[in-house]
């Protein structure tokens, strides 16, 4: 079986405990206008260019100053990439599952301090047959395994128990807002939240906070009441401000960065989290 995969690397604690492989997965079913990874959007993948791409090198005018249309490049073969250039680059290979597995046991003396495999995306449960096989196989060999997720895939409750550490990303509890903004709901992602709340032992919820989309005192009060599932467990909450790490991606990929004055300040910052431990939630940062 393939799976795509837009990047992997190491990293310390962020994506669960110790050292971790993490993979990230290519698509993503969601629109977050403040993605920091635009390039794993697209289920298939996409066109990236660094901004020295000569216009020529598409032989169908979507390069313009250097830079993809990225309209055009979803609907052609990218014959461009027969060109090799370091300018332009497809945003994920296609992988045999069995390659990933012989690459993760080979890295196996590095997942000290009880690290191990993380898969995040994009959206990883989109490739949700590669995903489980990949738990599966992983769990069985007794490697600790992590997944990062916005929780609204309707089968993810079948793989809590190949998870050891789920990180469960909840951008709002409000459907509409969340459809107009993102463009998908959220009661799926709320219904996974519930569900892992009740049937496992370990769970990090991650909200990102927007300016002007989840950070006011409302919504402080909401969030308490939505993770008031939480309560009385040893699971935690990770509060993440908003950032605009990603903004020159957009562009390399062809689209448009819509955020402004997103920022969120000390202030509000703290006000939300202390609405949230005065909920009773435990707060964490990794």
Known sequence: ??????????????????????????????????????????????????????????????????????????????????????????????EDVRDVLREVERSRAL??????????????TMQFDALELLLTALHNAGIHTAIETNGSHPRLPELFDRIDYLILDCKHYDDETHRRTIGAGCRQTLENLRLAAKMRSQLLVRIPLIGGFNDSARDAAAFADV?????????????????????????????????????????????????????????THT
């Open 111 to 124: 997942f000290f301090d009880g690290g191990g495999v993380t898969f995040t995306g994009g959206e990883a």
């Open 227 to 283: 993770l008031s599932v939480l309560y009385g467990c040893d699971q935690c909450v990770e509060v993440l401000r908003y950032h605009e790490y990603g903004k020159d991606k957009w562009k390399q990929c062809g689209m448009t960065y819509a955020m402004h004055d997103a920022f969120v300040s000390d202030d509000t910052y703290r006000q939300f989290c202390d609405t949230l431990r005065r909920r009773g939630l435990r707060l």
């Open 1 to 94: 079986m393939i799976v795509r995969i837009l990047q992997r690397g190491f990293n310390f604690s962020q994506d669960g405990p110790g050292n971790r492989l993490v993979y990230h997965l290519q698509g993503c079913n969601m629109r977050c206008p403040w993605c920091s990874n635009p390039e794993s959007m697209a289920r298939d993948g996409c066109i990236v260019a660094d901004g020295d791409a000569a216009d020529a090198l598409c032989p169908f005018g979507a390069v313009h100053d250097g830079m993809p249309d990225a309209a055009k490049c979803r609907a052609c073969a990218m014959p461009c990439l027969e060109h090799h250039s370091r300018h332009l680059r497809q945003s994920c290979t296609e």
